[in-house]
């Protein structure tokens, strides 16, 4: 992260939100760990010396030192919310979090969906491995315990997320039953595997010469072992398990090569698991919902098609 950019407070971004439903008694930020962060953190982490710093809140809307994860709630913008909520993981290479760009921007857009979307701002390299993993899939097993109070069916939680957003996401989808996402507390109990999954251009293998050294390194650390390597090397840990998936990208990213999707894909394939891929020609990294980028600028309604022909759309009473 630019050390240069002005520092800002979370109310101004927060303001952007769509409004919430005149009837919703939910708070909009919801604390993940209310009963207390878990500790764990990656042996090399600088959370592990107590030097993580203050969160901080650029002008760009990125997040960076998170310490306190909490799930943003933002809900359908429409009159009759159709039941399906997803958990939205922002990208920013572990390092921080594009929280304005494919967090708030994204959660609008589905909103109009009837999407309820909780945006989760995770832990990231202060902490590394497991933090993110356990933080994501804490974030579903609570959307999932407290579906009714949310109105989203527990069977229509999906996970969606951009870059190493992309990575949590697909970690979420393969790693769900793993025990370095568990903490011992009661939610454990509670399914943390998603329903379906969405991912932008996502980061995938943390192996050479598809990986990206910097979400690798600021996941893992500069050593990571081989093992550990392997399993979050997110293509070699797909099975028949893992939920249906969609996956954009485009061939100009020179971040994220495309291979990671093509990777992904090529996994879910072998293992029966439904899935869709879009490779769009124009566009490099980090493209969120931007114009002017010939038929890359129109993946969002490649993702609604998906969506709505998966019946994620529909109504629960409908499906």
């Not at 579903?140 to 939680?157: C, N, Y």
């Not at 009661?186 to 192996?207: C, G, H, K, N, Q």
Request: a positive charge; aromatic letters at 6%.
């Amino acid at each position: 992260m630019n050390p240069k950019r002005r520092l800002l407070t979370l109310s101004p971004l927060l303001a952007l939100l769509p409004t919430l439903a005149p009837a919703a008694t939910l708070p909009n930020v919801l604390p993940l760990w209310p009963e207390g962060v878990p500790a764990a953190t990656r042996a090399d982490a600088p959370a592990t010396r107590g030097d993580v710093g203050a969160e901080r809140l650029d002008a760009n809307g990125a997040i960076a030192n998170v310490s306190v994860p909490t799930l943003t709630v933002v809900l359908p913008a429409v009159d009759r919310p159709n039941g399906t909520a997803i958990v939205l993981c922002p990208g920013g290479g572990y390092r921080y979090l594009s929280w304005q760009r494919e967090g708030l921007q994204y959660a609008a857009w589905l909103s109009t969906l009837g999407i309820t979307t909780f945006i989760l701002k995770s832990r990231l390299q202060e902490w590394g491995h497991p933090a993110p993993l356990q933080d994501v899939l804490r974030a579903i097993r609570l959307v999932r315990s407290r579906a009714a109070q949310f109105g989203v069916d527990p069977q229509r939680i999906g996970v969606m997320g951009s870059s190493a957003g992309g990575h949590l996401a697909a970690s979420a989808s393969t790693l769900f039953d793993h025990a370095d996402g568990r903490t011992g507390a009661a939610l454990d109990s509670v399914s943390a595997r998603p329903d379906f999954a969405v991912l932008v251009y996502p980061v995938i293998t943390m192996t050479d010469p598809a990986a990206h050294p910097g979400s690798r390194r600021a996941l893992l650390g500069a050593e990571p072992g081989l093992a550990l390597l392997a399993q979050m090397s997110l293509e070699q840990q797909v099975s028949a398990a893992t939920p249906p998936t969609l996956l954009l990208h485009t061939q100009g990213d020179k971040t994220v090569p495309v291979q990671n999707s093509l990777l992904y894909f090529d996994a879910l394939t072998r293992a029966g698991v439904p899935a869709e891929l879009y490779v769009f020609e124009q566009g490099g990294h980090g493209i969120g919902m931007r114009d002017g980028l010939g038929t890359a600028s129109a993946w969002p309604r490649r993702a609604e098609d998906w969506l709505r022909q998966r019946g994620w759309l529909n109504s629960s009473a409908a499906r």
